[in-house]
């Protein structure tokens, strides 16, 4: 049965950009189009900025460097480095952390992200709207040109012209409700990456603890123990673990809900709940296993389920498995990144084990120094020319995905989505035929990390 809905709704207009979503590529995207000039609107699902890093208490960046120097630059530099000056890192991080080594992760400070974020916007002068959702887009599918979204908050519904519109929801929320394409996720409809409800755990011992012991690798004697004692509800043998984000804090990654669907509600819901049963779980695990955690405690799980990977927009360009083997260089590079590709168990057989960690460990990993391009054309969903995307939707194939779908890249993505929005509009061209020569300037200009590229 159909129920036609049909509504008159206020409308909006004069903004140059909506940005829809507000996690690392959304904030990237709306602050760096903002201080270029252009008149701005976020809208954000939830009530604070940070996406999965706050929301969903990923509290950590993935490695910025590759042994030899930072590759990640502009907008997500300025975060991290604020980040430390304004102490919302632990005291045990030092900036060789993001600025050098090899494979290290930045484990930081959930609030402090989301308040140095909300200064950010208000000093660049993003309109932010929290609690509010893209709901639906008005769009001229012929041209392929979006005229308007629907958002939809405790002040009811309102369209909302635009310019330019960026996708920046990790769902491709937004791609949808426009009837751009888009691949579901998995490798197959089998094999989807699943999700973890992420947690921060209080009262752990951390000067007791030996770091190595704790690391993915130094504490999995005693998960497989665990397993084979038939501690857990389920056989998994991967756990990325806890990771120490706070004097006495630690971030939780822990507990896979399989065969979650992220854009089926219904399933999304069950996964929440099983999340958190999951966390408990773990928490109980590290409580008993694991000296220091004795006397560890939960503090809160996140709001937002940990979604590894949902849809992936089919772009211009579908960056692949080979062009990170190939460590490939591209024109119109927007970005460079070192990062293994991560794709979890999609089930808890050690077959899948295996796999997970040959391919993170081994199938050609990045060695040090190396590192691959992030094309432009991979931002904009094909043949669209005012929607552009950005962030763990962005187009590539499922083995990439699992290397580029991390914060640092998700930020570095969201600056140059919103660098070419603005370009756009100032040079009258659209996102599928933009001058990406002008763009890689401009984003060097902003502080890029781009090697020149022959
Ligand atoms: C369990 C887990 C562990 C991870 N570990 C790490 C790690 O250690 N380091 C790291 O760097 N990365 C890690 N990642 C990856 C990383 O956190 C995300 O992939 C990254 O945040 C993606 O950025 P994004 O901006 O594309 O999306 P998100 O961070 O997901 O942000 C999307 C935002 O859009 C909002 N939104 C959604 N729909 C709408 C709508 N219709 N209207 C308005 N707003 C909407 C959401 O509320 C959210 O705030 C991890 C991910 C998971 C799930």
């Not at 509504?7 to 959304?26: C, M, S």
């Not at 011992?205 to 038939?230: M, N, S």
Request: aromatic share 10%; glycine share 10%.
């Amino acid at each position: 049965m159909e129920y036609h809905l049909s509504k008159r709704i206020p409308v909006e207009e004069g903004y140059d950009l909506v940005v829809a979503g507000g996690g690392p590529a959304g904030c990237a995207a709306a602050i760096c189009a903002s201080r270029l000039g252009a008149k701005v609107l976020l809208v954000e699902a939830t009530g604070c900025l940070g996406g999965m890093g706050t929301s969903g208490l990923v509290t950590a960046f993935d490695p910025m460097a590759n042994g030899e120097m930072m590759v990640v630059g502009g907008f997500m530099r300025e975060v991290v480095e604020a980040m430390y000056e304004r102490g919302f890192l632990p005291s045990y991080v030092t900036p060789e952390f993001w600025r050098r080594l090899y494979h290290r992760w930045t484990p930081f400070n959930a609030e402090g992200l989301k308040l140095l974020l909300d200064e950010l916007a208000a000093e660049a002068g993003v309109e932010v709207r929290f609690f509010t959702k893209a709901v639906e887009a008005d769009v001229d599918s012929e041209t392929r040109r979006v005229n308007g979204v629907v958002l939809h908050n405790v002040d009811g519904f309102t369209l909302v012209r635009a310019q330019t519109y960026i996708d920046a929801t990790g769902d491709a929320i937004l791609s949808e409700l426009c009837g751009a394409d888009y691949l579901e996720a998995g490798r197959d409809t089998e094999h989807i990456m699943p999700p973890t409800l992420c947690a921060l755990v209080g009262g752990v011992a951390w000067d007791r603890i030996e770091l190595d012991a704790i690391t993915p690798k130094g504490q999995q004697a005693a998960i497989e123990q665990a397993v084979d004692a038939g501690f857990f509800s389920q056989p998994d043998r991967h756990v990325p673990g806890m990771f120490r984000s706070g004097e006495t804090v630690g971030f939780m990654n822990a507990g896979h809900v399989f065969h979650m669907n992220a854009v089926k509600n219904k399933s999304l819901s069950q996964g929440m709940m099983q999340g958190r049963r999951l966390a408990w779980e773990y928490l109980r695990f590290y409580q008993q296993h694991m000296d220091g955690f004795q006397h560890a405690e939960m503090v809160t799980t996140g709001a937002l389920m940990g979604v590894r990977e949902s849809r992936r927009v089919v772009g211009e360009y579908q960056l692949s498995f080979a062009d990170y083997l190939a460590r490939r260089r591209f024109p119109d590079q927007i970005a460079i990144f070192a990062k293994a590709v991560d794709i979890h168990v999609y089930d808890c057989t050690e077959e899948q084990y295996r796999r997970y960690y040959e391919e993170f460990h081994d199938s050609g990993r990045l060695a040090p120094g190396e590192w691959f391009g992030i094309p432009y054309r991979i931002l904009v969903p094909k043949g669209w020319q005012n929607l552009w995307v950005a962030g763990r939707c962005a187009s590539s194939d499922i083995q990439v995905h699992g290397s580029i779908r991390v914060q640092p890249a998700a930020a570095m993505m969201g600056q140059a989505a919103g660098t070419a929005a603005v370009q756009a509009m100032n040079f009258g061209e659209t996102a599928c035929s933009l001058d990406t020569d002008r763009l890689v300037d401009s984003l060097r200009q902003q502080g890029a990390v781009l090697p020149e590229t022959p």
